[in-house]
């Protein structure tokens, strides 16, 4: 049992390229989300889904676009890099169940230069 | 939105201390939990306690719902308890998580 998978670890971009971030969980979640955490301050949410086919913006959703067309999958991508997008990635998945416990994955570490 | 307070936002502590961590939130919660990242980066979650004590070998967390106020208690802490630890919350109706800005411990030999 992976969990929640994000790939790739490390990722250096220049301004203006784009990249997808890759999320997948084997725990058939039908939540997941994904965070973006800079230094010394708490997770912001970027984007969610509670199903596949259903998104939603989360707190700081500019720049980024995510889809989820299955259960397991939830990619973010990254339209046009900025510097200000520089910031370790953590995607999320959780049950629809009464312990909303969360399972997160080990994180992206971006840096656009 | 609802807004979450950790305290103190840093703690240094002698090994085989006990510690008692604090997140306070400004409204109805249907949800909280208790996360530590350790050195690594990595998040683990430590407790699902929107109400109530729950209590895991040396750790245990207190909510107080009516209060909105949760707390944590780490006894005899190890130098393996170093990290940050986050707490987070969500409202009726909603799935997604707010994050305090929270403790960063040390735990020295």
């Known amino acids: 049992n992976a969990g929640v998978t994000q790939t790739p670890k490390f990722q250096v971009l220049k301004t203006g390229q784009s990249m997808t971030l890759q999320c997948a969980q084997d725990m058939n979640h039908e939540y997941m989300s994904w965070y973006r955490q800079d230094p010394g301050m708490g997770l912001r949410l970027i984007h969610y889904s509670v199903g596949a086919g259903i998104t939603d913006q989360g707190e700081v959703p500019n720049g980024y676009n995510v889809s989820r067309s299955t259960t397991e999958d939830f990619p973010l991508r990254l339209l046009s890099a900025a510097p200000s997008q520089t910031s370790v990635y953590f995607c999320?998945?959780?049950?629809?169940?009464?312990?909303?416990?969360?399972?997160f994955g080990s994180g992206t570490r971006l840096t656009v230069v | 939105g609802i807004q979450v307070e950790q305290s103190p936002p840093d703690l240094i502590l002698q090994e085989g201390a006990n510690s008692t961590l604090r997140c306070n939130f400004s409204?109805?919660?249907?949800?909280l939990q208790w996360f530590h990242q350790n050195p690594w980066g990595q998040l683990i979650n430590l407790f699902y306690i929107p109400s109530g004590t729950k209590q895991n070998g040396r750790l245990s967390a207190t909510t107080v719902a009516t209060e909105r106020y949760s707390l944590l208690y780490i006894s005899s802490s190890q130098t393996t308890d170093s990290g940050v630890y986050f707490c987070a919350v969500s409202q009726t109706g909603r799935r997604a998580l707010t994050f305090g800005s929270g403790t960063r411990l040390q735990v020295q030999p």
């Open positions: 999320a998945s959780s049950s629809g169940g009464r312990n909303y416990g969360y399972t």
């Open positions: 409204d109805s919660v249907n949800n």
